[in-house]
């Protein structure tokens, strides 16, 4: 799973649903146990959206309290990186 696309993600439900929602969505959504590539500094998905660091704490915080797996982006395959 991509960083950005999370970040993504949950800046359209903070937009539409406030921070409930983004409990709720972390929450409700399976497969955290797949490892996340951080590629928060070189977005990889093609619909990345630039985010505040207000929002990146908010993810991050969620993301520790499911003890997800991130990979940095340095130690991906090198197809991967940009």
Known sequence: MLLS???TVVQGYLQEFGASG??????????WSAP???DRSAP???RAQT?????????DTHLAHLATTRIPLAEAHPSLRR
């Open 36 to 38: 996340i590539l951080d």
């Open 51 to 59: 985010t505040t660091d207000a929002l990146r704490k908010q993810v």
């Open 44 to 46: 990889i998905y093609p």
């Open 22 to 31: 983004v409990a709720h969505c972390f929450a409700t959504t399976s497969g």
């Open 5 to 7: 696309y999370i970040d």
